[in-house]
């Protein structure tokens, strides 16, 4: 628990389904399972959370469960014709409701083009080819090939600068995120948002169910990265799409937008995953690339809340040493003479974070081996992970759902105790749990808070020096 204060997201999938994998991909390090609802029923969604809960009571430490939606993503038609655009072809794309008539590229949507506007290009699979658009005319988009590349059915279609046409959230989200709430989710990820206004959709649909689970917004479209502060303003974490951002505005600007986006969501408190591609050559290889491991290394460094794996641990043949490495890569980077994310230049704007600023300071002063937060709601522990401090925060929770939802904070460790009666019982408690869970010597010197009515949301009003029995 002293060790490594990024935290882990992986995948979970076909390579993980057995009990053992996922105990050994847990012990080697994940933090949090992520359900990625564009692959597999909802059975195969049930029966992978249901396992999520079931390995973490077996590894007796809080496990977190990511839904990641969907959102709106387009192809072309099943119908399409193979073949290999080349520079300054000409394509025409309609809409589903187009004709068949040769020469024209069907989407599946009605009226794709209501979508394109003057600035829009028009992205094929995984950033090639690349079509800029010409003019629109009665339904047809006329476009010309910048980038060359193939042309093939049921391949992904991109839209930058698209018209806000397309549902932030789709039918099949709606479906997605009633089960994330039936199956007690903590993290639910939305796709492709483009604005705030996007994840106020998503916070009024979960409100309704209801499902308390955290938000991410991730960042994967240029109008999304042009909105960044508006966005994280109601979000409450942000991921680091890099993938489909890499598609829509080339490879070249995904590392500046990736510093720029950690550090944004890291001044404003917000927790941030850096994700894809992060280990691909792992997918069929027992070790990274040293490329790969620069990369993971930066973003530890730039102060990333978490780095996630994708197929590597979801399909790959090195599941456990995909997510070994990256442990392993994430705790060196840390040794690092600073990590940049801390947030400075705060002003709390309240009463119990001006206390937990405090106390931060009085650990970092007094070299204290760690920072006990007992919490109810985990805000706590929150306002403690953004100033990045070199020491644990161990987050004494009162509700399984607290903990799992504190495991993606950087240097947070969320465990377990139950509520007490007074204020004496609970510091006493969170003394004994944060001894055993962290294994904390006898004597070892601790900053403490608390709240004059325990168990209560916001009531963090003291800090105590105090020494683990």
Not at 90 to 112: K, Q
Request: glycine share 8%; proline share 6%.
């Amino acid at each position: 628990m002293r060790g490594r204060r990024t935290k882990i997201v992986a995948t979970l999938g076909p390579a993980t389904d057995a009990p053992e994998v996922l105990d050994r991909v847990i012990a080697a390090g994940m933090d949090c399972a992520r359900l990625n609802c564009s692959h597999g029923t909802h059975d195969d969604l049930r029966r992978r959370a249901a396992g999520v809960r079931a390995a973490a009571e077996r590894a007796g430490r809080p496990i977190g469960l990511l839904f990641d939606l969907q959102g709106p993503k387009l192809r072309l038609s099943a119908q399409t014709e193979a073949r290999v655009l080349e520079l300054d072809d000409t394509v025409i794309f309609c809409g589903s409701e187009g004709s068949d008539a040769p020469g024209r590229e069907r989407v599946d949507l009605h009226r794709f083009s209501d979508l394109v506007t003057e600035r829009s290009q028009i992205v094929l699979g995984d950033g090639v080819p690349r079509l800029s658009v010409e003019h629109v005319d009665a339904g047809d988009v006329v476009t010309r090939v910048v980038s060359p590349g193939p042309l093939g059915p049921r391949k992904g279609v991109n839209v930058t600068y698209a018209r806000p046409e397309l549902p932030a959230i789709t039918d099949k989200d709606v479906d997605d995120l009633a089960l994330a709430a039936e199956l007690g989710a903590d993290f639910v990820a939305l796709s492709f948002v483009r604005s705030a206004a996007d994840m106020q959709e998503l916070r009024e649909r979960m409100q309704a169910l209801p499902c308390p689970a955290r938000m991410i917004a991730k960042i994967e479209k240029i109008e999304a990265y042009e909105h960044l502060d508006e966005i994280i303003d109601v979000t409450d974490g942000i991921m680091v799409a890099r993938g489909d951002y890499g598609v829509e505005a080339g490879v070249a600007r995904v590392p500046l937008m990736q510093k720029d986006t950690i550090a944004r969501a890291t001044q404003a408190g917000k927790l941030v995953i850096t994700a894809t591609q992060m280990l691909e050559s792992m997918i069929h290889a027992p070790e990274p690339t040293r490329a790969e491991v620069a990369d993971v290394a930066n973003a530890v460094i730039d102060g990333t809340s978490a780095v996630m794996l994708s197929a590597e641990t979801g399909v790959g043949s090195y599941p456990v040493e995909a997510v070994r490495a990256m442990a392993e890569i994430a705790s060196e980077a840390e040794r690092a003479p600073a990590i940049h994310g801390r947030a400075r230049d705060v002003k709390p704007d309240s009463a119990g974070a001006a206390v937990m600023h405090a106390a931060i300071e009085l650990a970092h002063e007094l070299e204290a081996e760690a920072l006990v937060v007992p919490t109810a709601t985990g805000g706590a522990p929150r306002a403690c992970a953004k100033y990045r401090i070199p020491r644990p925060i161990i987050a004494v929770a009162h509700e399984r759902r607290v903990a799992d939802q504190l495991t993606l904070e950087w240097g947070v460790y969320p465990t377990l105790a139950g509520v007490a009666t007074n204020v004496d019982e609970m510091i006493d408690a969170a003394l004994s749990v944060a001894r055993d869970a962290a294994g904390l010597p006898t004597g070892a010197t601790v900053v403490i808070t608390a709240g004059r009515r325990t168990g209560t949301p916001g009531a963090t009003n003291l800090i105590m020096v105090r020494e683990i029995p």
